[in-house]
C-alpha cells in the first residue's frame, strides 16, 4: 500500500472512530438535560476535585470565555461551586457541588462498563498492542497540534 493511502487508512479510522464515539457521547451519555459541552467540563473537574478556569479549559482545548459560560451554566444548574483560592484570593477554584459529583461517578461508571466491554472484545494478546498503539497516535497528534 502506498504512503498516501496510509495516510487516507488513517484518517479514515480515525473519523470513524470520533463519529462512533461521538454517537455514544450524544446518545447514553447526554448528562441528564445538560449540553456535551457541560457534560466534558463536570468530568474534568470531578476527576480534578477542584479545578481552576485557566486549567479547565486549557485541559478542554476552549478559550477563557466559553469555559467561563459554560461553568456558568454547570453553577446555574446547581452541579458545580466556585471557591476563592486559599493561597490566592484573586483566582477561583470551581468544584462539584453534591448533586455534580452524583451525575460524575454516574457517567464515570457508565463509561467504564462501555469500555471494559471495548476492552474485552479485543483479543487477549492485542490489549498491550493496542494500548501502545493508542499512546503513539496521541503523542503524534499533540507533536502537531497548531497553534501551540
Known sequence: MKELDKV??????????ERRLGLLEEGEFSCCGITLAQCHALVEIGRAKSISLI???????????????TVNNLVSNGLAERELDPKDRRYVNIKLSESGVKIFKGIEESLNLYYRK????????KREQVLESLQILLNAIKANECCK
Do not use: A, G
Request: proline fraction near 3%.
Open 8 to 17: 487516507k487508512q488513517l484518517r479514515e479510522s480515525i473519523r470513524q472512530i
Open 118 to 125: 471495548i476492552f474485552e472484545s479485543i483479543p487477549v494478546d
Open 55 to 69: 486549567e479547565l479549559s486549557e485541559l478542554l482545548n476552549l478559550d477563557s470565555s466559553t469555559m467561563s459560560r
